[in-house]
């Protein structure tokens, strides 16, 4: 069983910085693209960041020079950085992922599944 475990939530003042882990483990033969997602009261939850096995990236512009996203495939874990906060940033955040298992016969066919982390929350307020 694949886990998605993120860290690093808090509350900050405007103009702040976070970072956010998110470390992947269980059984995995690799993880394809991952992501961080938010979701605030009321609302529905939107990709604020993903990244790919190549190391492309893709934000929404609300974060574009502010957020970094970025991975360490060593360590299955993808990282959210987080600068120049500001109120309407505040959210849960969680972790995405396309995760690629080994299926139930040995040498057989692998499978992708996709995968969430618990989510961790952010606040940023003063």
């Known amino acids: 069983q694949v886990q998605l475990v993120e860290s690093g939530g808090g509350l900050v003042q405007p103009g702040g910085s976070l970072r956010l882990s998110c470390a992947a483990s269980?059984?995995?033969?690799?993880?394809?693209?991952m992501g961080w997602y938010r979701q605030a009261p009321g609302k529905q939850r939107d990709m604020v960041a993903r990244?790919?096995?190549?190391?492309?990236?893709d934000y929404i512009d609300s974060v574009k020079g502010r957020f970094t996203i970025s991975r360490d495939d060593a360590k299955n874990t993808v990282y959210l950085e987080m600068n120049s906060l500001k109120p309407e940033d505040t959210a849960v955040y969680y972790c995405?992922?396309?995760?690629?298992?080994?299926?139930?016969?040995?040498?057989?066919?692998?499978?992708?599944?996709?995968?969430w982390g618990q989510g961790t929350q952010v606040t940023v307020s003063s």
């Open positions: 990244i790919d096995r190549g190391g492309n990236t």
């Open positions: 995405n992922g396309d995760v690629v298992v080994p299926g139930p016969i040995s040498g057989g066919p692998l499978y992708e599944y996709n995968y």
């Open positions: 269980g059984t995995m033969i690799s993880i394809n693209a």
